[in-house]
Nanobody, 120 residues
Framework: QVQLVESGGGLVQPGGSLRLSCAAS????????MGWYRQAPGKQRELVAA???????NYADSLKGRFIISRANAKNTVYLQMNTVKPEDTAVYYC??????????????WGLGTQVTVAS
C-alpha cells in the first residue's frame, strides 16, 4: 500500500512564489516517476511537470521557466517550486507517483490534491 501526502498549497498573491511538496510512503521499493497535475474549475486535469528517479523532467510548455520540479529520492519526496504565479495558475494540484512495491508489484497512485489560489 502506498500513500501520497501533499502539502504547501494555499493563497498566494500574483507574482509571488509557492512550494508544493509530496511525500510518498508505504511499501515502496522503487519510485520511478513522480509528477504534478492540476485541474482548474471547468477544465480538464493537465500535466504540470514530472520527474523520473534519474532526474529527467517534463514540463508543460506554458509553464516551463516559471515552475521547477525537483526530487529528494532518499525521502521519496517531490517538490514543485512555483514562481511568478498568475491568477490562471489557480487550481487543485495533484501529486502522482508510479513505481513498484517491495514485492515488485507496480503501482500508480494519486494524492488527494491541494488547492492553490492566486489572488490579491
Amino acid at each position: 500500500q502506498v500513500q501520497l501526502v501533499e502539502s504547501g498549497g494555499g493563497l498566494v498573491q500574483p507574482g509571488g512564489s509557492l512550494r508544493l511538496s509530496c511525500a510518498a510512503s508505504g511499501s515502496i521499493f522503487t519510485l520511478d516517476a513522480m509528477g504534478w497535475y492540476r485541474q482548474a474549475p471547468g477544465k480538464q486535469r493537465e500535466l504540470v511537470a514530472a520527474i523520473t528517479s534519474g532526474g529527467s523532467t517534463n514540463y508543460a510548455d506554458s509553464l516551463k521557466g516559471r515552475f521547477i520540479i525537483s526530487r529528494a529520492n532518499a525521502k521519496n519526496t517531490v517538490y514543485l517550486q512555483m514562481n511568478t504565479v498568475k491568477p490562471e495558475d489557480t487550481a487543485v494540484y495533484y501529486c502522482h507517483a508510479e513505481g513498484r512495491t517491495t514485492d515488485w508489484t507496480p503501482f500508480d497512485y494519486w494524492g488527494l490534491g491541494t488547492q492553490v489560489t492566486v489572488a490579491s
